[in-house]
């Protein structure tokens, strides 16, 4: 273990850090100290990957210290993922593993829970990190996509739709608060989905037109759900309701047409189609990311649903 930096005064400045807190593989979320006669030296840097060599070094100490403000006894959940992300933002890797572990925690918790709790507040805290990253590495979702997991569930599906809206919304230059949004109802919007009979989220064959309208239902039953958990911002209502909807009319629930469609809702929809598309579902193999966009953008049935200046750009961003 080398010391890095000396003479650090002020005790009143640092609080105790409990090892276990801490996690190998990761980037330290802030600089780690030890108390030497009557100063504070810094041991390890943050941002370094800790290793189990390092972990173990740290456990033969008598005291660790961080400074106050970064407390340090937390493990990764939603209220530390940000600095987590902060110190780990050299590896795509990383990243991309700590926001799918809190996110699907999130996730898991809702599908368990008979009243459909959801966490929005931390939902929130996922969108804001994938917006620092992506504010400060504009290629994220490029290095990114190679490693999403291959599984078809709520959460990573939900997850990866939040990538590529965040994404598009970045490159449509979005404010921050407009991102916020945008990610947020990405996140939420198939969260009705677990009202579906999941015989008819999962049916192989064409659905009837009774199971189609059974399906369709989730929009609205996600607004529901997200409502009764304390959602009141109306941008993100109208996403949720409105992703559906197409530029020719031919969506759902109310069949809007072109400029009705509001602009996060009409980039949402095509972030959901495209993943929807380059994934595994019950009644076909998936398309490539090429493929997909390919038939976004020409074929004579699909083009026409999508704001195609938007899903030029998106197209442009990936190549």
């Given at each position: 273990m080398r010391i890095i930096q000396s003479k650090i005064k002020y005790s009143t400045l640092y609080t105790p850090l409990e090892v276990k807190s801490l996690e190998v593989g990761y980037g330290v979320p802030c600089n780690i100290l030890i108390k030497k006669e009557d100063d504070y030296v810094i041991v390890i840097e943050r941002g370094t990957i800790l290793t189990q060599r390092l972990y173990q070094m740290l456990e033969r100490q008598e005291v660790l210290y961080v400074t106050k403000q970064n407390g340090g006894n937390d493990k990764i959940s939603a209220v530390t993922l940000l600095v987590y992300?902060?110190?780990?933002?050299?590896?795509?890797?990383?990243?991309?593993?700590?926001?799918?572990?809190?996110?699907?925690?999130?996730?898991?918790?809702?599908?368990?829970?008979?009243?459909?709790?959801?966490?929005i507040a931390s939902l929130s805290q996922v969108v804001l990190s994938v917006i620092f990253l992506m504010k400060n590495s504009p290629e994220y979702l490029k290095n990114v996509m190679a490693l999403f997991p291959k599984e078809y569930n709520l959460a990573y599906?939900?997850?990866?739709?939040?990538?590529?809206?965040?994404?598009?919304?970045?490159?449509?230059?979005?404010?921050?608060?407009?991102?916020?949004?945008?990610?947020?109802?990405?996140?939420?919007?198939?969260?009705g989905t677990k009202k579906v009979l999941t015989s008819i989220?999962?049916?192989?064959?064409?659905?009837?037109?009774?199971e189609f309208k059974s399906m369709q239902k989730h929009t609205t039953l996600s607004?529901?759900?997200?409502?009764?958990?304390?959602?009141?911002?109306?941008?993100?209502?109208?996403?949720i309701m409105h992703h559906h909807e197409c530029q020719d009319g031919s969506g759902y629930p109310k069949g809007l047409h072109g400029s009705e469609i509001s602009q996060?809702?009409?980039?949402?929809?095509?972030?959901?189609?495209?993943?929807a598309l380059t994934n595994d579902r019950p009644h076909r193999k998936k398309y490539s990311y090429y493929e997909a966009l390919k038939l976004m953008m020409k074929d004579v049935t699909m083009a026409p649903k999508f704001d195609q200046e938007q899903l030029k750009l998106f197209l442009h961003s990936l190549l």
């Amino acid at each position: 273990m080398r010391i890095i930096q000396s003479k650090i005064k002020y005790s009143t400045l640092y609080t105790p850090l409990e090892v276990k807190s801490l996690e190998v593989g990761y980037g330290v979320p802030c600089n780690i100290l030890i108390k030497k006669e009557d100063d504070y030296v810094i041991v390890i840097e943050r941002g370094t990957i800790l290793t189990q060599r390092l972990y173990q070094m740290l456990e033969r100490q008598e005291v660790l210290y961080v400074t106050k403000q970064n407390g340090g006894n937390d493990k990764i959940s939603a209220v530390t993922l940000l600095v987590y992300i902060k110190a780990n933002i050299n590896y795509t890797d990383k990243t991309l593993e700590l926001i799918n572990r809190v996110n699907s925690e999130i996730f898991d918790s809702y599908l368990r829970d008979e009243a459909n709790t959801i966490d929005i507040a931390s939902l929130s805290q996922v969108v804001l990190s994938v917006i620092f990253l992506m504010k400060n590495s504009p290629e994220y979702l490029k290095n990114v996509m190679a490693l999403f997991p291959k599984e078809y569930n709520l959460a990573y599906n939900s997850l990866h739709v939040m990538l590529y809206a965040v994404h598009l919304g970045n490159i449509l230059k979005m404010d921050s608060t407009q991102l916020l949004q945008l990610g947020t109802a990405a996140l939420l919007r198939d969260i009705g989905t677990k009202k579906v009979l999941t015989s008819i989220m999962t049916k192989e064959s064409g659905l009837t037109t009774e199971e189609f309208k059974s399906m369709q239902k989730h929009t609205t039953l996600s607004l529901k759900i997200a409502q009764q958990n304390a959602l009141y911002d109306t941008n993100i209502i109208d996403i949720i309701m409105h992703h559906h909807e197409c530029q020719d009319g031919s969506g759902y629930p109310k069949g809007l047409h072109g400029s009705e469609i509001s602009q996060l809702a009409s980039v949402l929809g095509i972030c959901d189609v495209f993943d929807a598309l380059t994934n595994d579902r019950p009644h076909r193999k998936k398309y490539s990311y090429y493929e997909a966009l390919k038939l976004m953008m020409k074929d004579v049935t699909m083009a026409p649903k999508f704001d195609q200046e938007q899903l030029k750009l998106f197209l442009h961003s990936l190549l």
